[in-house]
């Protein structure tokens, strides 16, 4: 299982639509070097920047990978975010202030502004 893929009852409810996913099922194959990076990736960066909890943690492609398969090896299209930021941040198109909500079939192309406005927003609860 992918960590970084959807729920299951999600991918399914997107393949009805027709509608990319992630994961190798459908879209865009993987590199072989994928794995490899992204232990890498959240060994180098191991807590969510909206949160910097370090559990539950997923690599989110800024740039969907679907889109820009090209850059999914590439670390500055990479962060990394717990399994709910991931939702809540990165799959938000404008981010959790905006009018859309989280969708996985979406990106946020400001997801570290939004991030770390998440999480400046924590350090000044009471």
Same mark, same amino acid.
């Given at each position: 299982?992918?960590?970084?893929?959807?729920?299951?009852?999600?991918?399914?409810?997107?393949?009805? !639509?027709?509608?990319?996913?992630?994961?190798?099922?459908?879209?865009?194959?993987?590199?072989?070097? !994928?794995?490899?990076?992204?232990?890498?990736?959240?060994?180098?960066?191991?807590?969510?920047?909206?949160?910097?909890?370090?559990?539950?943690?997923?690599?989110?492609?800024?740039?969907?990978?679907?889109?820009?398969?090209?850059?999914?090896?590439?670390?500055?299209?990479?962060?990394?975010?717990?399994?709910?930021?991931?939702?809540?941040?990165?799959?938000?198109?404008?981010?959790? !202030?905006?009018?859309?909500?989280?969708? !996985?079939?979406?990106?946020?192309?400001?997801?570290?502004?939004?991030?770390?406005?998440?999480?400046?927003?924590?350090?000044?609860?009471?």
């Amino acid at each position: 299982t992918n960590p970084d893929s959807p729920p299951p009852d999600q991918v399914a409810e997107a393949q009805d !639509w027709g509608e990319f996913t992630y994961g190798d099922s459908v879209g865009a194959d993987r590199s072989g070097k !994928w794995p490899t990076v992204r232990k890498r990736f959240v060994e180098d960066h191991p807590t969510c920047i909206a949160c910097d909890s370090p559990s539950g943690l997923n690599v989110h492609h800024i740039k969907p990978f679907h889109v820009h398969p090209e850059l999914e090896l590439d670390p500055k299209n990479l962060c990394v975010l717990c399994r709910e930021h991931h939702f809540h941040i990165g799959h938000d198109p404008d981010g959790p !202030w905006g009018p859309k909500g989280p969708n !996985w079939k979406l990106s946020n192309p400001n997801v570290r502004r939004d991030a770390r406005k998440h999480r400046d927003s924590l350090s000044l609860a009471p």
